[in-house]
């Protein structure tokens, strides 16, 4: 089993339209867990870092299932600009991030 | 707003050949990390460094990588004898605490070995 696992999409919704993206994990002992977002040949760019009680930033919203060991994103009122590559990222507490393969979104005018 | 620089942004090389990839954390940062991410793949942990030392590395990060902090802000990353496999896009991370502290990325240098 992968140690995290995103569908690759493609994702192409209209502009205006709530998408949302799953990720799940493998390592139980994962702490910490981040969504990043990543335009084609840049860098990851940390969108929101998720917590247990699950937070929401603007139109974004992150929720966080540890006894499934699954991760969410909510992207409501979607724009263009938010046409990206959506990164789930878990750490276990010690340095590394590990990153899932990601899933590409396309916001269609 | 502070952020990540990494220099260069492309550098192109011969099979064999050493390259040194250089980063300028964010100054207030205690650590510092490389990843790679190879054309169409997923985002890969190389080094994390911490106290002038490295703190964890990757099966990927063989004999032929090193990293060094030759000063109180540059951190770079080694590749001795490049090979064609180590084409890839290289990130530069800086955090400011180990686990639950977000990293922040570089834009990236894009190696590519020829």
């Known amino acids: 089993r992968k140690e995290v696992e995103q569908d690759p999409g493609p994702f192409n919704v209209p502009e205006g339209a709530t998408v949302a993206f799953n990720c799940t994990y493998s390592?139980?002992?994962?702490?910490?867990f981040f969504w990043y977002r990543q335009d084609c040949r840049k860098e990851p760019k940390l969108l929101m870092s998720?917590?247990?009680s699950g937070n929401e930033d603007g139109r974004f919203t992150a929720q966080l299932n540890r006894a499934s060991q699954y991760i969410s994103l909510l992207i409501r009122d979607s724009k263009l600009s938010d046409s990206a590559t959506y990164l789930c990222?878990?750490?276990?507490?010690?340095?590394?991030?590990?990153f899932g393969t990601g899933t590409r979104l396309t916001i269609i005018p | 707003e502070p952020e990540v620089t990494q220099t260069p942004s492309h550098q192109v090389t011969q099979m064999g050949q050493e390259v040194i990839l250089r980063c300028v954390p964010i100054?207030?940062?205690?650590?510092f990390y490389w990843y790679r991410q190879i054309l169409g793949q997923k985002v890969e942990f190389l080094v994390s460094?911490?106290?002038?030392?490295?703190?964890?590395k990757s099966e990927i990060f063989d004999d032929q990588f090193s990293v060094e902090r030759p000063d109180g802000s540059n951190f770079t990353l080694k590749i001795r004898s490049t090979k064609l496999e180590d084409s890839a896009m290289y990130f530069c991370?800086?955090?400011?605490?180990?686990?639950?502290?977000?990293?922040?990325f570089g834009p990236g240098t894009r190696l590519t070995v020829l």
């Open positions: 990222v878990v750490n276990i507490g010690n340095e590394k991030l590990t």
């Open positions: 100054s207030n940062h205690l650590y």
């Open positions: 390592n139980s002992a994962s702490q910490s």
């Open positions: 460094f911490y106290n002038n030392e490295i703190s964890e």
């Open positions: 991370a800086s955090s400011a605490g180990r686990g639950r502290n977000e990293q922040f």
């Open positions: 998720v917590y247990s």
